[in-house]
């Protein structure tokens, strides 16, 4: 089978999405796919083995220049139009032309000849989906690939946010599921979700989760906050303002209390962007010298080493009735071995793939279960009986072996 992938970035430094697109081509190319990549990271990246072309930006057209024009006026005034032009378009002047650029350069391909297109993307772009519509004859070889809910507002709650434009873009990912003869999604929860809204996916979708990435940490440097000889909690990657990482915070800081040498012995980590939380942990940090709140980027291949090398990993949800989420995180988790600490709702798809008598589970706000959780890992750990995650059945359902039956049994 030939396989083009359409993706927005290969850049795995730039967020977690990119990060699991690239783990996703990475293992289809590995299952032995003729396969290109076309991908408008708009700089020169290749992935070894792998046909990458970047695909240039159509400049000093109609919509690139109201793009810059807004851009420039933006700066000038300081007043983001971008919500008014959204409300009235569906999206930006931007959008538009980067999915121009994307849709002319896919056209003009002609010596790869595909038998499946993938898109992939990141956020709550979805450029290369709205590319693909413009191009209705690859639409019967289309796998358009759904890694989060959209729009916006058919997000669970917590989230509550609707965007500017919500019809257009309501619109336009109705088109998506009726015109791609596939649809792909990292979960069964999420499958399921969407399909509630358009109910073609139900039909389309098959399962392709996040993928395991075999990479050789053996020479990454840890950062030096990171001290091997403690019992060590680790939440890596962004913590959006629904995660609410206090509770956890507060069982700390009760077990640190009942259990005064783990002041010497112990750290949580809280590593990546967390810009609605970081005021908040910073001043945390300096009342809990155990804690460390290290609120920024860092490279890839760091913080995989470092997950590697925790006591315990954290996946921290939202609190909510249910999250059909597969976090991107999740396969790095598995794959580095370590117990994982997991904070959410009851109906979850991290929850369903670890399963129901996975010993280390709780809700985001339930203090009394998360101290105990704490308590039994470190104790554990004290007396060196701290087991490794081995989940074998997730490493396969993570890897190559389900994704190439996955691609193989389409129809």
Same mark, same amino acid.
């Given at each position: 089978?030939?396989?083009?992938?359409?993706?927005?970035?290969?850049?795995?430094?730039?967020?977690?999405?990119?990060?699991?697109?690239?783990?996703?081509?990475?293992?289809?190319?590995?299952?032995?796919?003729?396969?290109?990549?076309?991908?408008?990271?708009?700089?020169?990246?290749?992935?070894?083995?792998?046909?990458?072309?970047?695909?240039?930006?159509?400049?000093?057209?109609?919509?690139?220049?109201?793009?810059?024009?807004?851009?420039?006026?933006?700066?000038?005034?300081?007043?983001?139009?971008?919500?008014?032009?959204?409300?009235?378009?569906?999206?930006?002047?931007?959008?538009?032309?980067?999915?121009?650029?994307?849709?002319?350069?896919?056209?003009?391909?002609?010596?790869?000849?595909?038998?499946?297109?993938?898109?992939?993307?990141?956020?709550?772009?979805?450029?290369? $989906?709205?590319?693909? @519509? !413009?191009?209705? /004859?690859?639409?019967?070889?289309?796998?358009?690939?759904?890694?989060?809910? &959209? =729009? #916006?507002?058919?997000?669970?709650?917590?989230?509550?946010?609707?965007?500017?434009?919500?019809?257009?873009?309501?619109?336009?990912?109705?088109?998506?599921?009726?015109?791609?003869?596939?649809?792909?999604?990292?979960?069964?929860?999420?499958?399921?979700?969407?399909?509630?809204?358009?109910?073609?996916?139900?039909?389309?979708?098959?399962?392709?989760?996040?993928?395991?990435?075999?990479?050789?940490?053996?020479?990454?440097?840890?950062?030096?906050?990171?001290?091997?000889?403690?019992?060590?909690?680790?939440?890596?990657?962004?913590?959006?303002?629904?995660?609410?990482?206090?509770?956890?915070?507060?069982?700390?800081?009760?077990?640190?209390?009942?259990?005064?040498?783990?002041?010497?012995?112990?750290?949580?980590?809280?590593?990546?962007?967390?810009?609605? $939380?970081?005021?908040? @942990? !910073?001043?945390? /940090?300096?009342?809990?010298?155990?804690?460390?709140?290290?609120?920024?980027? &860092? =490279? #890839?291949?760091?913080?995989?080493?470092?997950?590697?090398?925790?006591?315990?990993?954290?996946?921290?949800?939202?609190?909510?009735?249910?999250?059909?989420?597969?976090?991107?995180?999740?396969?790095?988790?598995?794959?580095?071995?370590?117990?994982?600490?997991?904070?959410?709702?009851?109906?979850?798809?991290?929850?369903?793939?670890?399963?129901?008598?996975?010993?280390?589970?709780?809700?985001?706000?339930?203090?009394?279960?998360?101290?105990?959780?704490?308590?039994?890992?470190?104790?554990?750990?004290?007396?060196?009986?701290?087991?490794?995650?081995?989940?074998?059945?997730?490493?396969?359902?993570?890897?190559?072996?389900?994704?190439?039956?996955?691609?193989?049994?389409?129809?």
């Amino acid at each position: 089978m030939r396989i083009l992938v359409v993706v927005e970035s290969i850049d795995v430094n730039d967020s977690s999405g990119s990060k699991a697109n690239v783990a996703l081509i990475q293992n289809i190319a590995s299952c032995g796919f003729d396969m290109q990549v076309f991908h408008y990271t708009r700089k020169e990246i290749q992935l070894d083995s792998i046909p990458c072309i970047s695909i240039p930006e159509k400049k000093w057209n109609f919509l690139y220049l109201l793009s810059r024009t807004e851009r420039l006026f933006t700066r000038w005034t300081k007043i983001n139009l971008n919500p008014y032009l959204e409300s009235w378009f569906g999206f930006s002047f931007t959008f538009f032309n980067d999915t121009n650029s994307i849709a002319s350069f896919v056209r003009k391909q002609k010596e790869f000849q595909p038998d499946l297109v993938l898109t992939l993307s990141k956020g709550a772009s979805f450029r290369p $989906h709205y590319a693909l @519509l !413009q191009l209705p /004859e690859l639409h019967d070889k289309w796998m358009a690939y759904v890694h989060d809910p &959209f =729009p #916006f507002h058919y997000y669970p709650r917590p989230f509550n946010w609707i965007q500017p434009g919500y019809a257009q873009k309501e619109k336009f990912f109705r088109a998506v599921s009726q015109k791609a003869r596939y649809s792909a999604f990292p979960s069964q929860l999420l499958k399921e979700w969407m399909g509630s809204y358009f109910k073609d996916f139900l039909k389309t979708g098959i399962i392709i989760p996040h993928q395991i990435s075999e990479l050789n940490t053996e020479n990454v440097a840890l950062p030096s906050f990171f001290e091997p000889s403690k019992f060590s909690l680790l939440h890596a990657g962004n913590l959006l303002e629904q995660r609410n990482p206090l509770p956890l915070i507060n069982a700390y800081r009760k077990f640190l209390k009942d259990y005064p040498e783990a002041k010497n012995d112990s750290q949580l980590l809280f590593v990546g962007p967390a810009m609605f $939380h970081e005021n908040e @942990l !910073q001043t945390l /940090e300096n009342q809990i010298p155990t804690l460390v709140a290290a609120c920024r980027n &860092f =490279p #890839f291949l760091e913080i995989l080493a470092l997950q590697e090398h925790v006591s315990v990993n954290i996946v921290l949800e939202s609190k909510s009735e249910i999250s059909p989420f597969l976090p991107g995180k999740f396969p790095h988790c598995i794959i580095a071995n370590r117990p994982i600490l997991l904070l959410s709702p009851y109906y979850s798809e991290t929850r369903r793939l670890l399963g129901e008598t996975y010993p280390y589970w709780s809700e985001a706000d339930d203090e009394l279960k998360l101290y105990s959780h704490i308590e039994m890992l470190y104790q554990k750990w004290k007396s060196h009986d701290l087991k490794e995650l081995d989940r074998d059945d997730l490493k396969s359902y993570l890897g190559n072996a389900y994704l190439k039956n996955s691609i193989c049994n389409l129809n």
